[in-house]
Every structure is written in C-alpha cells, then in structure tokens.
C-alpha cells in the first residue's frame, strides 16, 4: 500500500471519492469528509434493535417505567456498560448509571446520557440512541486504553415520557435533586402506586434521594438525541447543535355561549361558542406563523358540548400548548394570545374561562458547550448548524447542577413517538464520531 501524509488528498483531480490515512489505515471519506468505517454506527445499530426488541407488547414497542420490561432492558444497558470497561449500577429510582474513571480516580465527571423508556407504540431510537452511543464512545477510548483527566459517566434515565404516572423526568430529577415526593403516591391506569411498583422493581421507595447528585461531581451534562423534527432533514445534515430546549406553556380555555336549535334561532342572534373556539384557532395559528422567533403554537384537543348535529354548541373546551426558544418570547406571546382571545370572546359576547395548566421553563444549552460541539461537527467536515429543541428532555431537569449540551441527529421524516421513527446508520454512526470528539477533546468550564 502507498503510503499518504495524514492529510487530505484526492486521487486526482475530480476523481472521487476522498481518501486520506488515518491510524496508518487508508480510509474512503464519507459524506461530511471524515475518515470512518462506521464501525460505531453498526455496533449501535445492532444494540438499537436488540434493546427495541425488549417490550411489554409483541406488537409494538411499549416500555415504561418500573416495568417489567424496563428491567429487562436495564439488565442489558448494564452489561454493555461494564463490557465498555465502566462500573455500573442501578440507582435509588431505576436509572442505569455507568462510570469510567479518569486518570485519577474519584476525579469529577463530564455525564453522558438519555432515557431508556418509551411511549406506546414507539419507536426505538427516541432515548436509547442517546444511552447506546454513549456506551459505544466510552467503549472505543476503553479499547484503546485511552484515559482522560476526568471521569465520563453515562446514564440512562428511567423515566422521562411520564407515560406511567403521568409526570415527565422522574429520572433525572432524582438526579438533579428535584425529585417531588408527592409523584409516589399516584397511580397508573391499573392502580398501582408509584411507591408500590418500585418496591416490585427491587427499590426503595424511602430511599429515592440517594440518587442525587451534587453539582461539583459534575463538569457537564450532554444528551444526544434524535431530533424528533424535519429541520436537519430539510437541511441535508446529519446532526446539529441545539441552542435550547424550549420552555412550554400550557393553558385549557373554556368559551361559553348559548346552546339552541340549529333550525330557529337565526344567525345574528346566536352565541356559538364552537364558531368563537374557531377564530381563536385561527388567530394562534396565524400568530405564531407571522412570528420569527422559532415560536409553535398548537390547539390539540378540542369538545363542544352538548355536541349534537342539530344544536348551536353552547360551551366548548380546548387546550392551547406554547413554547419559544426563549421564556421572554413565549411570555410575550402567551399575553398576545391571551389578549387576542379575550377581544374575540367579547364581541362574540361569550364568557372565558382561562387557566394555566403547566409552565416549563427554557432549558437554554451553555454557549462554552455549543462552541465544541460545533467543532466537533465542523471536525468531522459537516456544518455546524444550530436549532433549538421543541420537544422536552433530560436537560430540562439536569440544568439544576450542570450545563447542558445536546447534539441532536437527524431522523427519517422527522417522524418520532411512532414505530416508523428511524435514524440511517450513517447518521447514527456520525452522531457517535461527533460525541466521541466532544469527550475526548472536551475542555471544563474556565472556572472549574
Ligand atoms: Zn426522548
């Protein structure tokens, strides 16, 4: 074999593809010009389908907290760790958590992870990619012997959807310390305690705050994860670099008319609450379309009552979900909206009934974190492109005691919380070279 300087070269002019040599192997050049074999991507995409195949249902893929199946998965996740050279255990509230020391032992940690449960019915990349590549990277500096100046944990929340006991980021915020006690005593659908299915899982309910972690362990907390949305997609990227996760706010709006006989009462003298629920639809809509902050909107559940062909709805009920990369933007527009709605409601002359139902604030991602994640993408020849998160993850709760970094991933459609969710296996295997060059290169906060 010839033997190239490690440094780019083309074969001749206009000649593809690329090759240049990296550790003394010659290497074709991948779409973002980066040397790989893809030999991570394979090995997380192999783990994808084997964790995806661990559900409660044979059908589809359902796995949530304190299940059965969740154990079984936890099994699985742990083994990988341990194979991956970190030690590993299940803590206080049923997260996987695996650690591979530095070069001094007890040194604090750059913490890696995601979630490992999943809706009804979904797919098998929202969460588990983010946990399955961590493992991968740890596993590569492992086989290399490689040790850094810091610890890398990886964790694998067990809890982030709430599909269970209805509240979301049980995981990580008994990390994070901000676990709320109360959430023990609801039950699931089958009236089981929260209390009661951890006792059934192996834990002690009593016991949840030994899960907690101190904000000086901690140089830093990343997540990689699957977009859940079309932009990188429409943009022919593999990954990106999320600037926030978007704070949310939530409101359930009741419009009160006068029910009547559709056939008698003429149209000048009607009170239809349905028809007042529309325009307010409508302003949000067009609201949030003229607005160019990265601001959504969106009326998800909608009742008129009585609800019958043939009578004027008289009252009706619909929720209104919010959120912006920024808590300033989403406040300013929820007021907007609110005044909108009111104005509309007066001349309509129908009562309003308005209530905040949840408040999520903006879990901005640190700017020292974004800068090497972008050179890390940049490294691996893709553009840096940033995009805020509209969907909500482990970060929300981690920002309490550390910065948050996420790096998401493209997927198919943009599609997630379905069976068709998927990630091509360059993408995944691109995603891991970059988290892999954001660890080994990653440099703590200047102040640590
Ligand atoms: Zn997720």
Not at 13 to 22: A, H, N, R, S
Not at 80 to 100: F, I, K, P, T
Not at 407 to 418: M, P
Request: proline content about 4%; aromatic content about 4%.
């Amino acid at each position: 074999m010839i033997l190239l300087a490690p440094n780019l070269y083309r074969l001749s002019p206009g000649l593809q593809p690329l090759w240049f040599l990296e550790d003394g192997k010659l290497a074709e050049m991948g779409a973002g010009n980066a040397v790989h074999d893809a030999s991570l991507g394979k090995e997380i995409v192999r783990r994808i389908n084997e964790l995806g195949a661990i559900s409660e249902d044979p059908e589809k893929l359902t796995r949530i907290y304190l299940s059965k199946e969740l154990r079984t998965a936890a099994e699985l996740i742990l083994g990988w760790m341990r194979e991956a050279g970190m030690s590993a255990h299940l803590d206080a509230v049923g997260n996987v958590c695996g650690r591979y020391e530095g070069e001094r032992p007890g040194a604090a940690c750059l913490m890696l992870g995601s979630h490992y449960d999943t809706v009804r019915d979904a797919g098998k990349w929202d969460g588990p990619l983010g946990v399955i590549t961590a493992i991968s990277c740890v596993a590569d500096l492992n086989r290399r012997g490689k040790r850094l100046p810091f610890a890398v944990e990886v964790i694998g929340f067990a809890d982030e959807e709430g599909v269970r006991f209805a509240s979301t980021l049980l995981g990580s915020r008994a990390v994070a310390g901000t676990f709320d006690e109360s959430v023990l005593n609801t039950r699931d659908r089958d009236g089981v305690s929260m209390r009661d299915a951890l006792v059934t899982f192996g834990l002690d309910p009593d016991h949840i705050g030994a899960a907690a972690r101190a904000r000086r362990e901690l140089l830093a907390y990343l997540e990689l994860h699957i977009e859940q949305g079309p932009v990188l997609e429409a943009a022919s990227l593999p990954v990106g670099v999320v600037t926030a996760i978007a704070g949310a706010t939530r409101l359930a709006a009741r419009l009160t008319g006068m029910a009547g006989h559709a056939g008698t009462v003429p149209m000048a003298l009607r009170r239809d609450a349905l028809t007042g629920a529309a325009e307010c639809i409508g302003a949000i809509e067009q609201f949030c379309r003229t607005d160019e902050s990265g601001l959504v909107g969106t009326v998800g559940y909608i009742q008129a009552r009585p609800g019958a062909t043939n009578v004027i709805p008289g009252e009706v009920s619909f929720t209104i979900d919010m959120r912006a990369p920024t808590d300033m933007h989403r406040k300013r527009a929820v007021a907007d909206i609110v005044r909108q709605i009111e104005a509309i409601a007066k001349r309509r002359q129908l009562s309003l009934q308005l209530d905040v139902t949840h408040e999520n604030r903006t879990a901005p991602c640190a700017p020292w974190l974004k800068e090497q994640i972008a050179q890390a993408i940049a490294a691996e020849g893709f553009a840096a492109f940033e995009l805020p998160s509209g969907a909500g993850h482990d970060g929300m709760a981690m920002i309490d005691i550390a910065d948050v970094g996420m790096i998401f991933v493209r997927c198919r459609g943009g599609i997630s919380h379905h069976p068709d969710e998927h990630v091509e296996l360059a993408d995944a295997d691109a995603g891991a070279r970059v988290l892999l060059r954001v660890v080994e290169n990653f440099r703590p906060r200047e102040d640590r």
